[in-house]
């Protein structure tokens, strides 16, 4: 803008000084040629100021899209400060967890993890009663039941096992290893009943297993407070064909 402003006054001069001479010059034929000689002149730099200007008319276009281009990389690179800033923050976060983690392993006591046992057992002895109100059920019904209670033992044992990483619960480790034995001798009766289809024999089962998790908690218990076991004998049963 600059370079224009000053093209037009250089302009302006010129054209001013072109008026002067034609006015002061005299009707000889040498003064004219003078004045068309300052005219030639004259139109020869108004061409070239208007060169100059069209070229600066190209000039422009190339300088906004500079500007075009400028404001997007900063927009980039605004956009990239946020993402290392969000990534920092991500990786403070998975270190403050880690660390909550860490602290949680530390500070779990056994009376904590057998209080979790406790709750477990709480949680099963609510399906045994659900058991109770569906007597008058299929079998198929039944077998669900015993499924959904089974997978909560399970819960239980594998509580167990975690507790079996401290170094002073080694009795619970066996207990574990005791309960897994009976819950697969049981598992393996349920299978016999699904081929015989006997619901007495059934609920049975399903006593027996409740038998299971109160000698379990008995166990916890003596562990817990050092005192004898007391515990509850299983019947084994010989499961045989029956006629259909």
Not at 126 to 148: C, F, P, Q
Request: proline residues 2%; hydrophobic residues 35%; charged residues 25%.
């Amino acid at each position: 803008m600059q370079i224009k402003s000053l093209i037009w006054q250089i302009s302006s001069v010129l054209m001013l000084l072109g008026l002067t001479t034609i006015i002061g010059c005299d009707d000889s034929s040498e003064e004219d040629g003078q004045l068309d000689d300052l005219l030639e002149l004259i139109n020869f730099q108004q061409n070239q100021i208007a060169g100059l200007n069209m070229r600066l008319s190209l000039l422009e276009p190339t300088e906004k899209e500079i500007l075009n281009q400028l404001g997007i990389l900063e927009t980039k690179f605004s956009s990239l400060e946020k993402l290392q800033n969000n990534m920092q923050n991500q990786n403070k976060e998975i270190g403050n967890l880690s660390d909550r983690i860490n602290e949680l392993a530390e500070n779990t006591t056994l009376d904590e993890l057998i209080d979790a046992v406790l709750e477990q057992r709480a949680q099963t002895g609510k399906l045994e009663s659900r058991i109770e109100n569906i007597e008058n059920n299929t079998l198929n019904a039944l077998l669900n039941t015993i499924t959904i209670q089974t997978q909560k033992l399970n819960d239980v044992e594998n509580l167990i096992a975690q507790l079996s990483k401290k170094p002073d619960i080694s009795n619970l480790v066996e207990t574990a290893n005791q309960q897994t034995k009976e819950i697969n001798n049981l598992q393996n009766q349920i299978r016999e009943l699904k081929n015989i289809a006997d619901t007495n024999k059934l609920a049975d089962a399903i006593e027996e297993q409740g038998l299971i998790l109160t000698n379990l908690e008995a166990r916890i218990q003596t562990i817990e407070g050092g005192k004898p076991v007391t515990t509850t004998p299983i019947k084994e049963k010989e499961i045989g064909e029956e006629p259909p």
